[in-house]
């Protein structure tokens, strides 16, 4: 039990997919302007991730290994397509905010990363705690990236104005804003890790 | 600076310079560019200056402080980083613009890549596109200049001017300015951009004491002028190059930020590419480019290519083929 744990967290800490593994930056770069868009962002990333790993894991034994990553692909892409369809009917106005992202999931490399990597070789509760805990943990970055450019690109908080006469700066609602963002997070993650070695 | 090798090439003369004294020295020469700034548009002026030049040092102190590095807020690098950034800004912005400008341009454009000498970009023209693409309604907002005899009484809060630039870029003529106030500084812009006289006297002491060449400048503002007059708006050779040259940043970015030593290439050839580049960006972005002014993206631009030249127009060693 104690060993699934760690499965799970380490996508969340150790081996966390946005500043840890740098995977999946385009979706990053691309929706973390608001706080909203980045929960949506992830909890569509974390179902399909949770759903390839168990189905790859299942599987893994009557794929054929020459042509693995295309089996991959059609696993994702049915989860992807799940999503897609459920967030139109149920949540068109994030549907719409996140366009295009949302079917590019089936080319999301911490998706394909994951089942090359993990899946195809776990069982199948080790590869479900895998992608759990890697989903929670590219949420919880996403979180925390389109945190700080929503604060201070748009001055407002999941849609709420929190103070009254700051002004924001745009360039952090732009994608330049985003890769500084994300580097100048990258650089105090890996601050951290080396203080603490 | 982790190893102290000296970058340049043989005859190694010694000779009494330091980093820190050649700051200085480029701080002086930017003096009266201060004064005539705050002639021209008042006491504002001089609190915008003040309020980047303390917030640049305390960024830098407080940061290295932070980071249990050495601190040398004293070798006048972070001063004049301030400087720079408060002669982008126009003389009446919010007094908060100057301290993020400047904290911005010492952290990210200086400090996070590891100090002075190890910058790829001019520190200060970081901070001035930083506000720039946050805070444009500032950054853009420009007061005319006090006119004579008003003293440093301004009579109104908020008059607004555009530059002769931005007048130009909306298709209309700037007649009403003469050269010889364009020259003076008698227009609206930055508070360090305008007096061109008091810009040349400061340009001239560095040439003639050695600490910037002329290389640069000379082939970035003739770049701008000759594109500016072929491409002119009534046709081919039909530009008003004079105007192109005495507005906007030209002659403060070609002389002071356009010759930063440690961002542009280090051989005479490869700072005639530079200033060339420098010259045509800017003409193309003036030209046919979304800002009424382009002479900080084509330094920026320039700064990112410097590795590349500097590779490129290497020095021959003696006695190698």
């Known amino acids: 039990m104690k060993k699934l744990f760690n499965e799970f967290l380490k996508g969340i800490i150790k081996e966390n997919p946005t500043f840890v593994l740098v995977l999946g930056l385009c979706?990053?770069?691309?929706?973390?302007?608001?706080?909203?868009?980045?929960?949506?962002?992830?909890?569509?990333?974390?179902?399909?991730?949770?759903?390839?790993?168990?189905?790859?894991?299942?599987?893994?034994?009557?794929?054929?290994?020459?042509?693995?990553?295309?089996?991959?692909?059609?696993?994702?892409?049915?989860?992807?397509?799940?999503?897609?369809?459920?967030?139109?009917?149920?949540?068109?106005?994030?549907?719409?905010?996140?366009?295009?992202?949302?079917?590019?999931?089936?080319?999301?490399?911490?998706?394909?990363?994951?089942?090359?990597?993990?899946?195809?070789?776990?069982?199948?509760?080790?590869?479900?705690?895998?992608?759990?805990?890697?989903?929670?943990?590219?949420?919880?970055?996403?979180?925390?990236?389109?945190?700080?450019?929503?604060?201070?690109?748009?001055?407002?908080?999941m849609g709420h104005t929190l103070i009254k006469g700051f002004e924001p700066a745009y360039v952090l609602g732009m994608p330049s804003g985003a890769l500084l963002v994300i580097g100048l997070l990258l650089g105090f993650f890996n601050l951290l890790k080396e203080r603490k070695q | 600076m982790k190893n102290r090798l000296i970058v340049s090439f043989p005859p190694h003369l010694h000779k009494d310079e330091s980093v820190s004294k050649i700051m200085w020295m480029v701080v002086i020469s930017l003096i009266p560019t201060g004064l005539a700034g705050v002639l021209i548009f008042g006491i504002d002026a001089l609190w915008v200056i003040i309020l980047g030049v303390i917030s640049a040092l305390l960024s830098e102190g407080i940061l290295q402080l932070l980071g249990k590095r050495r601190v040398s807020i004293l070798d006048g690098s972070a001063f004049i980083t301030g400087l720079l950034l408060a002669y982008n800004l126009p003389p009446k912005v919010p007094f908060w613009l100057p301290i993020v400008g400047s904290f911005f341009s010492i952290a990210i454009g200086k400090l996070i890549f590891g100090g002075l000498g190890q910058n790829i970009f001019n520190p200060a023209l970081v901070g001035r596109v930083f506000l720039m693409a946050s805070w444009p309604k500032y950054m853009t907002t420009f007061s005319p200049p006090l006119s004579a005899g008003a003293g440093f009484i301004h009579p109104f809060d908020a008059v607004t001017s555009a530059t002769p630039l931005a007048i130009l870029k909306e298709g209309k003529s700037a007649e009403y300015i003469s050269y010889l106030d364009l020259f003076l500084g008698k227009r609206g812009g930055c508070i360090g951009e305008v007096c061109i006289l008091a810009l040349l006297l400061g340009a001239i002491f560095l040439l003639i004491k050695g600490y910037i060449s002329w290389h640069i400048p000379i082939t970035f503002i003739f770049t701008t002028g000759v594109m500016t007059y072929v491409f002119g708006q009534k046709g081919l050779f039909s530009g008003d190059w004079l105007l192109h040259i005495l507005c906007g940043g030209l002659i403060l970015g070609a002389f002071f930020m356009a010759t930063d030593c440690v961002t542009s290439p280090l051989t005479g050839r490869g700072q005639i590419i530079f200033g060339i580049g420098c010259g045509l960006i800017t003409a193309v972005i003036r030209l046919w480019g979304g800002y009424p002014e382009g002479v900080s993206y084509a330094i920026l631009m320039m700064n990112a290519a410097t590795p590349l030249i500097d590779r490129y127009t290497r020095n021959r060693v003696y006695g190698v083929k």
Do not use: H, W
């Open chain 1, 27 to 157: 979706p990053t770069l691309a929706v973390s302007v608001s706080v909203i868009n980045g929960i949506g962002m992830g909890i569509a990333a974390t179902f399909v991730l949770l759903g390839s790993n168990i189905i790859i894991s299942m599987i893994k034994n009557i794929i054929p290994d020459r042509i693995r990553i295309p089996c991959f692909i059609v696993v994702i892409a049915t989860f992807v397509t799940i999503v897609e369809m459920t967030m139109k009917a149920y949540s068109p106005v994030l549907n719409r905010a996140l366009g295009i992202y949302v079917p590019l999931i089936v080319v999301n490399c911490i998706v394909l990363g994951r089942a090359e990597a993990y899946a195809q070789k776990a069982p199948v509760i080790n590869a479900l705690f895998d992608g759990l805990g890697m989903g929670i943990g590219f949420t919880l970055a996403l979180i925390l990236i389109s945190g700080i450019r929503e604060f201070l690109g748009a001055g407002k908080l």
